[in-house]
Each structure stands twice: as C-alpha cells, then as structure tokens.
C-alpha cells in the first residue's frame, strides 16, 4: 500500500511541477494556457488525488471528506467561471 502513495505523492509533485511550467511559460512569452483558465480545474484534480492519498494511507474519513469536498466546490466553481462566457 505504500508504493501506492508514493505513487499518488508523486503524480501529485508533477501535477504541480506542470502547473508551475505551464504558468512560468505563459507569463514569460504570452503564449500557451492561461493559469487561470486551468487552475480550478487543476486543483478540483489534485484535490481528488488528495482524498486518494488520504483513503490509501487509512487517515480516516476526515481528510477523505475535507479533500472531497474541495474538489467538488472547486469543480462548481470552475462550471460557474466557464458557464458566464
């Protein structure tokens, strides 16, 4: 089980790592994805990658629901951004 964490730690390090890319590379030439365009997104992902991490290495329903809960408040929020345009 704990391979499987170190698996979920790292997915989430390159998750994060990309974002960190995709950002440097818009601000520095202007092209590519704007960090706000993808950043509710991203996070809703990571914030399920997190409730993974919490159920694989038995942290209790707590963090499970707290991470769950982000996602899905940071999911609606990036339908609601997306659904004004």
Avoid: Q
Wanted: without cysteine.
């Amino acid at each position: 089980m704990a391979v499987l964490v170190h698996l979920v730690d790292a997915v989430i390090a390159l998750t994060l790592l990309e974002f960190i890319a995709l950002t440097l590379w818009h601000r520095k030439t202007g092209r590519g994805v704007a960090p706000s365009d993808i950043g509710l997104n991203l996070f809703s992902g990571l914030s399920l990658m997190l409730a993974l991490r919490f159920a694989l290495a038995d942290s209790g329903a707590g963090p499970i629901a707290l991470a769950l809960t982000a996602a899905g408040v940071l999911h609606g929020l990036d339908l609601y951004r997306r659904w004004r345009r």
